[in-house]
């Protein structure tokens, strides 16, 4: 699918605004796990945010699966469902997901066996509410030290107000997504010399920590976020 003048505007931007705040400009070093992470997290949220807008535009089919709302024990909500799934797991040829795009970086055609989505959804499910919710299961050497829900913090609704600014299409948020996780993955690979990073990952742990990161962030209520009203 080839992205429109305004996804690539998105596509830009994003990438732009992570090496901005985890290095890899003017000489700093960038943070690679943390990097990935906040990327993954990210287009978690903003895959939620695309279902919801395809649900409302009929893009996708509004049944009781498309969207279902799990509340835990402390009163906080958490979204499931096939509109999610199809937004961050279960992309088409026309409408990719992040996945779809993400698993490229990888630059590895056995990546799907080596990457269980399906194990990394139930992990979530399970985890639901718990401490180790959204913390990414990855080796301490990549140095990660900021959790996916900082990043989501720090950084959705500055993105949130910037796709508002250039009018993108929600239902292209994956593929701006998509496009930049693997863009960065070069960089985070250490494949640029003229780039410092704090360490440089394989290609399919980069992909791994996306997911990681993306699936959980997928969940989270936009209300208590601010990204909705």
Not at 13 to 38: C, F, H, P, R, W
Not at 131 to 160: C, K, N, Q, W
Not at 218 to 225: C, N, P
Request: net charge negative.
């Amino acid at each position: 699918m080839t992205p429109d003048a305004i996804t690539q505007q998105a596509n830009a931007d994003i990438g732009g605004y992570i090496m901005m705040k985890y290095g890899g400009v003017e000489g700093a070093t960038l943070q690679t796990a943390n990097a990935v992470s906040a990327l993954g997290a990210l287009a978690g949220v903003f895959a939620q945010a695309q279902a919801r807008a395809m649900l409302a535009s009929g893009a996708l089919p509004q049944t009781q699966s498309s969207l279902v709302e799990a509340v835990t024990k402390d009163g906080a909500r958490y979204y499931f469902g096939d509109a999610i799934n199809a937004c961050v797991l279960e992309g088409s040829r026309e409408r990719p997901s992040f996945w779809n795009l993400a698993a490229a970086a990888a630059q590895d055609p056995e990546i799907g066996a080596k990457i269980d989505l399906n194990e990394i959804a139930a992990h979530t499910a399970h985890e639901l509410g718990g401490p180790g919710f959204g913390v990414p299961r990855i080796d301490a050497r990549y140095g990660l030290s900021e959790a996916p829900i900082a990043a989501v913090r720090a950084h959705a609704l500055v993105l949130l107000e910037r796709f508002k600014q250039i009018n993108i299409d929600p239902a292209n948020l994956m593929l701006a997504f998509g496009l930049v996780a693997q863009g960065l993955a070069s960089f985070v690979a250490g494949e640029h010399k003229d780039v410092q990073v704090s360490v440089a990952m394989p290609r399919v742990e980069i992909v791994r920590l996306y997911m990681e990161a993306a699936v959980p962030m997928s969940k989270l209520d936009l209300r208590a976020l601010g990204m909705v009203s």
